[in-house]
């Protein structure tokens, strides 16, 4: 069920939680023109001690949507700002896609308020990689309202290298409809102007899990390779035929190693780097 809490930051922001107040909290935070559904299937499959919260960014699903205020660091503080409304003193930050920018930007500014660190499909450096820039400049500069359904359909399954229930992805397109073309323009153009902050990552040395699919569009193997050389307690998994979506195509398994490494934090006797593949099913 859906909540909604006023931030500091002047956003009234949606979200949902699941578990136990006495809980691990654990907060998710989705990709671009997504909301918290992109997290709706992996929240039930956690373990009963976790406690969940899943939002939505400002401009996206029923959050409040400012004139302005769209880069990485205003979405931090707007993260940081709901651990305070929430009273979370410390969390395990989960980010996709654009979240994964919003919890790097979290995480060096305030390292000492994350338990762990998970990035999936998670971009590095300047994020000015070709394919969002050619995405940003032919198609969402010259968007406007309502979105075209069938372009917002287009966009999310370019995300996906494996299909997903026909009924999920109705849910996550008539998210997209949701954000309007300002939001979209603002949001974009936030991230691809994000200068390269991935050395102040170091500031962070606790568990860090790293995410990706091997047939991911958007995210680059580079990126990943970097993030984990240059965060210290990083961990890597790649899910072999996985898209940037992995875990809407696969949520059974993404929650089965998310469950594991929640499990595992505070455990030092694991390696603190290594890699995993997992083979397609």
Same mark, same amino acid.
């Given at each position: 069920? @859906? =909540?909604?809490?006023? $931030?500091?930051?002047?956003?009234?922001?949606?979200?949902?939680?699941?578990? &136990?107040?006495?809980?691990?909290? +654990?907060?998710?935070?989705?990709?671009?023109?997504?909301?918290?559904?992109?997290?709706?299937?992996?929240?039930?499959?956690?373990?009963?001690? +976790?406690?969940?919260?899943?939002?939505?960014?400002?401009?996206?699903? @029923?959050?409040?949507?400012? %004139?302005?205020?769209? $880069?990485? *660091?205003?979405?931090?503080?707007?993260?940081?700002?709901?651990?305070? #409304? $929430? @009273?979370?003193? =410390?969390?395990?930050?989960?980010?996709?896609?654009?979240?994964?920018?919003?919890?790097?930007?979290?995480?060096? %500014?305030?390292?000492?308020?994350?338990?762990?660190?998970?990035?999936?499909?998670?971009? *590095?450096?300047?994020?000015?990689?070709? +394919?969002?820039?050619?995405?940003?400049?032919?198609?969402?500069?010259?968007?406007?309202? /309502?979105?075209?359904? #069938?372009?917002?359909?287009?966009?999310?399954?370019?995300?996906?290298?494996? /299909?997903?229930?026909?009924?999920? $992805?109705?849910?996550?397109?008539?998210?997209?409809?949701?954000?309007?073309? =300002?939001?979209?323009?603002?949001?974009?153009?936030?991230?691809?102007?994000?200068?390269?902050?991935?050395?102040?990552?170091? =500031?962070?040395?606790? /568990?860090?899990?790293?995410?990706?699919?091997?047939?991911?569009?958007?995210?680059?193997?580079?990126?990943?390779?970097?993030?984990?050389?240059?965060?210290?307690? *990083?961990?890597?998994?790649?899910?072999?035929?996985?898209?940037?979506?992995?875990?809407?195509?696969? &949520?059974?398994?993404?929650?089965?190693?998310?469950?594991?490494?929640?499990?595992?934090?505070?455990?030092?006797?694991?390696?603190?780097?290594?890699?995993?593949?997992?083979?397609?099913?």
């Amino acid at each position: 069920m @859906e =909540r909604f809490v006023a $931030l500091s930051t002047g956003i009234r922001m949606e979200y949902v939680e699941r578990g &136990p107040t006495d809980g691990l909290p +654990v907060v998710f935070l989705h990709g671009v023109t997504d909301s918290w559904h992109s997290f709706e299937r992996v929240l039930p499959l956690l373990p009963t001690d +976790v406690r969940a919260f899943a939002l939505s960014a400002r401009g996206h699903g @029923e959050s409040s949507r400012p %004139d302005g205020g769209y $880069l990485i *660091a205003d979405m931090s503080g707007d993260l940081r700002a709901f651990m305070d #409304a $929430l @009273e979370l003193d =410390r969390a395990v930050v989960v980010g996709h896609s654009m979240g994964t920018m919003v919890a790097q930007r979290f995480v060096a %500014d305030h390292p000492e308020r994350v338990v762990g660190l998970v990035l999936m499909g998670a971009f *590095a450096t300047l994020y000015q990689h070709p +394919v969002m820039t050619d995405f940003y400049q032919s198609s969402i500069v010259t968007l406007v309202d /309502p979105i075209d359904a #069938a372009f917002a359909r287009e966009w999310q399954q370019s995300t996906l290298a494996r /299909p997903i229930p026909a009924d999920y $992805l109705e849910t996550i397109v008539a998210e997209t409809l949701k954000v309007p073309a =300002r939001v979209w323009r603002e949001a974009v153009a936030g991230f691809l102007s994000t200068p390269d902050f991935s050395g102040e990552l170091t =500031r962070f040395t606790g /568990p860090c899990l790293i995410a990706w699919g091997d047939k991911d569009t958007f995210a680059s193997r580079e990126s990943q390779d970097r993030l984990v050389a240059t965060i210290p307690g *990083a961990r890597l998994i790649i899910y072999e035929g996985g898209g940037h979506a992995f875990h809407w195509e696969k &949520p059974a398994r993404f929650a089965a190693d998310l469950s594991a490494f929640l499990g595992s934090l505070g455990d030092t006797s694991e390696p603190s780097l290594w890699e995993i593949h997992f083979q397609p099913r």
